[in-house]
C-alpha cells in the first residue's frame, strides 16, 4: 500500500475530536479552583475566645435571664437597665446569696446593695431585699463589723445611757450590739456603736414601711394604715419612743398597757403630728390592710425591733 493511503487510512480510524476543545477544560479548572479556594477561604474562622464573644454579645444585647421567684418557679425575665448586662445582675445576686451561706455577710451585702443600684426588675429586687433584710438585722444587732458602726474604748464614768446619747443612738441598741446584758460596763471595753442615719418611708397604697440606713437600703416591713385614707401623708419624725404603751382614747380615757382595749400592741414611736405614731397590734390580721384609724400599725415583733434601732429625730415620710 502507498504510503499516503496508509496515512489517510490511519487518521480516518481516529475517534473525532470534541468541538469544544482547550477553553472547556480551562473554564472546568477554573472552576475547581474557585470552588476549593471559597471551601478554604469563605469558611467562618473559629472563635479563639467563645466566652469572651459571648459576653460581649450579651452586654450589647440584653439576652432575658431567667430569675427564681421566692417559690423557685419564677418567669423568665429582664433583670437588667441602662447598660448594665443581665449576666452581671445575677452573678452579683447568686454571688450575694453563696457568700451569706458561707457566713461572709459584709460582702454578701455588698454585692446584694449593687443589685438594687443596677437594676429596678422587681424579681432581682425583691429577691435581694429579701436577703438583704436578714444581712443587716444580723449585722447591725451584733458585734461584728458594719459600715455605720464606730468603734469606742469605754472610759472611766461612762455609762451605756450616756455612751447612746453621744453617739445619737438608743440604749437597746447599744446593748445588743455589743451583747450586753443589764447596764454593766467597765473601763476599756471596746464597744462598736451604731452612729449612722435611719430614715423612714412608709407607703400607703402598698402598706410597706422601709428603712434606710446611711442612704442605704436597710430592711421593709408590712404595715396597716388608715381606713378611709385617714393616714396622713408628708414629712414628720418621730419624736417619743415608749415601751408597753398606754392607749389614750379620743375622749381622753386611757386605756393601759395590757389591757383588752388597748389597741397600740407593745411599742409606740411618735410622730410629729399629734395623736398618730407607729405602734405594735394584738390584731395581725389587720397588717396589708387599711383597717386603723389612722396610726401605723405593725406586728409586734416587729414594731420591737424598730423600736430598739429607731432613735429619737429619726425622719418619716409618709406617702400615698
Known sequence: MPADLYIKDRLSERKPRSRFGLPVVLAVVLALLATVFA?????????????????????????????????????????????????????????????????????????????????????????????????????????RRMPGKTEYVVKAGDTIERIAREHGSNIELVQKSNEIKGALIHPGQRLRIPTGDFSIVADKSENTLTVTYNGEYFKTYRIGTGKHDKTPTGETKVTDRIMHPTWWQPDGKAIPYGSPDNLLGTHWLALDIRGYGIHGTWEPDTIGKHESEGCIRMHNRDIEELYTIIPIGTPVTIKD
Open 39 to 143: 471551601i478554604i477561604f469563605g469558611r467562618p474562622k473559629k472563635d479563639s475566645n467563645p466566652e469572651q464573644k459571648a459576653e460581649g454579645k450579651q452586654a450589647v444585647q440584653e439576652a432575658p435571664a431567667s430569675i427564681d421567684a421566692d417559690e423557685g418557679d419564677g418567669p423568665t425575665e429582664r433583670v437588667a437597665s441602662g447598660n448594665v448586662s443581665n449576666a452581671e445582675v445575677v452573678r452579683l445576686l447568686r454571688e450575694g446569696e453563696q457568700l451569706v451561706q458561707a457566713d461572709e455577710l459584709l460582702p454578701a451585702r455588698k454585692n446584694l446593695l449593687q443589685v438594687l443600684e443596677l437594676t429596678d426588675n422587681p424579681v432581682a429586687t425583691t429577691r435581694a431585699r429579701k436577703v438583704l433584710d436578714q444581712i443587716n438585722i444580723d449585722l447591725l444587732l451584733t458585734p
